[in-house]
C-alpha cells in the first residue's frame, strides 16, 4: 500500500460523515484521429444544488482513477487524460465539515499533504493532462486543474474562485505556487488576496480565460464537445498554446507588496491567512515547486489549527445554512400572498425600499408622502435606478417598461392602499409621527395587510398599541445601503401573530434578505451593539484619550472601517438619536455624549477631513471636544471597550432577544460588515478571553467556532 493511501486512509477515519465523489473513468477516441483519451469525470452522485467536494474518501478515488490512467499512458494505450465534472458543477474544493473535526496538527498536516500527492501526480503522467473546467470550481476544484498541462473554461461557469483567505487558510493543494507561475505574481494576488478579502468576489469563465488561468473557452452548450476537439488540435500539434512570459524580478516583489497593503487594509495584521498566503507566493518567485506546496501543507496545517479559520467556516455556515432557516420563524404555510406594495414616504429610504420590493416582488408598489413633489422624487428616483440598470445590460428593454410601470405615487392612502397586502413605513424617527401614520393607514387599508415598520430602535409594540388590529404590525428593519447589505431584522411586536410574521419572513425570502427574528427590545440587535461599541469609545475620547489612539485602539478587529468612520457613514444625528434612546431605556451603559452633541449641533458630517486623501481629525471638531484628563493605552481602551461589547451580548442573551449567539454574529456579518474571519464577534470575544472575564462563561461551546476539545 502506497504512502498516499494509506494517508488517505487514515484521514478518512476522522471524516465519517464525508458526502464522497466518485471519480469515473471512460474512455473516448479523440477526433481527427488524435488517439484514446481517458476522461475522469467528479461526480457525488448528487444533482448541483450538492457541490462536488474533495474529503479523504474522494481523493483516495481520484488516486485510484490517476493509477489506472498512469498505467495506461505508461502503456501507450492512451494520447491523454482530462478531468471534468458533473453537470454545472467542477468542484468546490475540500469538504469544510471534515477539516472542522480536526484535533491535531498532524491530522491536518496529513489533509494537506494528501490533496498535493494526489493532486501533483497530473502532472507527472506520461501523456497531457486536460482539465475542462465546465462548472462552478473553487478552491481544490480550482487547483486539480492547475496541476494539468492544459486547461479549458466555459462561458457559463457562473463562479470561480480560490476562496480559501476568505474563510481563513491558503490555497494549499498547489494554488499559492502553481498560479503565479502560470498568470504572474500580480493576476494571483488579485485571485488569491484581493478577490478574496472583497467578499469572496467570484470569476466568471471569460475572466478566467483573460487571466490566462484557461488557455481557451467554449460556449456552455457544446463546451465538452469542443474541448475535445480543441484538445485533439493540441494533441496533433496542429494548435500550440502560448503564454506570456513570467515577470520574476521586481515585477514579481511589486506584486508582493501590493497584496500585503491590500491585506492590511482589510485586517489589519489582524488574521493571519493573507500573510500566509504572500509568503508563499513570495517564495514561489524561483519556480520550486516542491518547496511551495511543502509550505503550503504547513501553512494549511498551522491554520487549521487556528481560531480564524474555525471561525471563518463558523461564520460560512451561518450565511450559508442558519440565514435559510431562520431561527424561530413561524410555519410558513401560514404567509399569506403580496400582490400589491405599500410604501408610506418617499424620501432616499423609502424609494430605496420601493425599488427593492418593485425589482424582487415585481408586483405593483406604490408610493405616498406629505407632497406631490416628493411624491414624484420618490417615483424619479426608481425610475432612474431603473434606467442605471437597463444601461448596465442587467435587464432588458422590456423588462424595463413593465418594473416602470409597476411603480406609481399617489398623496391619498385611500387610493394608494385600498387593495395593498403589505404597507411599510419609512418616514421620520419619533414615535408619534409612526402611530399617526399607521392609524392613517389602518383606517383605508384591507383587514389582512400587514403593517411594516422601518425603525431602527423604536418600540414596535408602543408603535401599535393605539391601533385596532395591532397583531399585523411587524418591524421590517433594513440595513443602508438597502440593496448592498443583507440583514433583515423582523421584529415581533408583543400582540404579532404568526400569520404576520410568517407573511412577513415569506417577502424577506423574496427580497433576498437574511431574516433573523427579534425581539422588541430597544434598537434591536445591531444598533444595540453598535451604539454600545461607539458609546464606549466616545466615552475613552470624552475623558481624554485622544482620538487617534482610540481608534487605532480597535485596530485588531480587522473591521472594515474605524468607528468614527463608521459613524460618519451612519450620520452623527442617527448615531446621536440611538444613544438617546438606548439612553432612555438602559441609562446606566448607555451614555450621551455631550462632544457628539455639540458635533451633531454644529452640523458637522462626521469628525473627519478629507482634503490630503486619508482622514484627518478636523480641526473645527477638535475645537469642539471638551475632554478630561483620564489618558488610556490603546490595550486599556480595547479591553475596556470589548468588556462594554460583551456585557451587552450577555444582557441581549439573557433578555432573549435574538435565540442564540449565533444571531448576534449573524446579524452583525451581514448588517454591519463584521469581519467572516472573526465568525462576528462571539468567537472572538470567547478567543480573546474577554466573554469568560465579563460574564465568567463562553458564548459558544468548545468546537464551536474553536478547534475541538
Known sequence: MSSTTELLKGAAELFPGEVVTQAHVRHLDLPSGAGRFALITLDNGLDHTKPTTFGPQSLANLNAAIDQVEKEASDGTITGVGITGKPFIFAVGADLKGVELLGRHEDALAIGKGGHDVFRRLSGLAVPTFAYYNGAAMGGGVEVGLHCSYRTVSTAIPAFSLPEVFLGLVPGWGGCALLPNLIGADRA??????????????????????????????????????????????????????????????????????????????????APAAYRALDIIAAAKDGDLSAGFDAEDQALADLIMGGELRSGIYAFNLVQKRAKRPAGAPDKNLARPVTKVGVVGAG?????????????????????????????????????????????????????????????????????????????????????????????????????????????????????????????????????????????????????????????????????????????APAFVVNRILTRFMGEIQNVIDEGTPVEVAEKAVEPLGLPMSPLVLLELVGPAIGLHVSETLNRSFPERFTVSQNLAAVVKAGKRGFYVYDSGAPVLDPEVAALLKQGDTVLTEEQTRDRVLDAVAQEIGLMLEEGVVAEAQDIDLCLITGAGWPFHLGGITPYLDREGVSQRVNGKPFLAQGVASVPA
Not at 476537439?229 to 506584486?255: N, S
Not at 417598461?401 to 419619533?430: Q, Y
Request: aromatic fraction near 6%; glycine fraction near 8%.
Open 348 to 520: 432616499l429610504m423609502a424609494s430605496q425600499l420601493a425599488l427593492l420590493f418593485l425589482r424582487r416582488l415585481e408586483v405593483p408598489v406604490v408610493l405616498t408622502d406629505i407632497d406631490q413633489e416628493r411624491v414624484d422624487k420618490g417615483v424619479g428616483y426608481v425610475h432612474a435606478e431603473i434606467e442605471k440598470l437597463l444601461g448596465k445590460g442587467r435587464i432588458n428593454q422590456d423588462k424595463a417598461n413593465r418594473l416602470k410601470g409597476l411603480v406609481s405615487g399617489v398623496l391619498d392612502k385611500a387610493e394608494g392602499f385600498a387593495d395593498a397586502d403589505f404597507i411599510i413605513e419609512a418616514v421620520f424617527e419619533e414615535i408619534g409621527v409612526k402611530q399617526q401614520v399607521f392609524a392613517e393607514v389602518e383606517a383605508v387599508a384591507p383587514a389582512h395587510a400587514i403593517l411594516a415598520t422601518n425603525t431602527s430602535s423604536l418600540s414596535v409594540t408602543e408603535m401599535a398599541s393605539k391601533l385596532k388590529n395591532p397583531e399585523r404590525v411587524v418591524g421590517f428593519h433594513f440595513f443602508n445601503p438597502v440593496a448592498i447589505l443583507p440583514l433583515l431584522e423582523i421584529v415581533r411586536g408583543e400582540q404579532t401573530d404568526d400569520a404576520s410574521l410568517a407573511t412577513a419572513f415569506g417577502v424577506a425570502r423574496k427580497l433576498k434578505k437574511t431574516a433573523v427574528l427579534v425581539k422588541d
Open 189 to 270: 494576488v488579485s485571485v488569491i488576496i484581493e478577490n478574496s478579502l472583497n467578499q469572496n468576489r467570484q470569476l466568471k469563465g471569460k475572466q478566467v480565460f483573460e487571466l490566462g488561468i484557461a488557455d481557451a473557452i467554449f460556449e456552455g452548450a457544446d463546451f465538452l464537445e469542443q474541448s475535445l476537439i480543441w484538445t485533439a488540435a493540441v494533441l496533433k500539434g496542429e494548435l500550440a498554446v502560448e503564454r506570456p512570459e513570467i515577470d520574476r524580478g521586481e515585477g514579481w516583489d511589486a506584486a508582493v507588496a501590493r497584496g500585503r497593503a491590500i491585506a492590511d487594509s482589510k485586517v489589519h495584521g489582524a
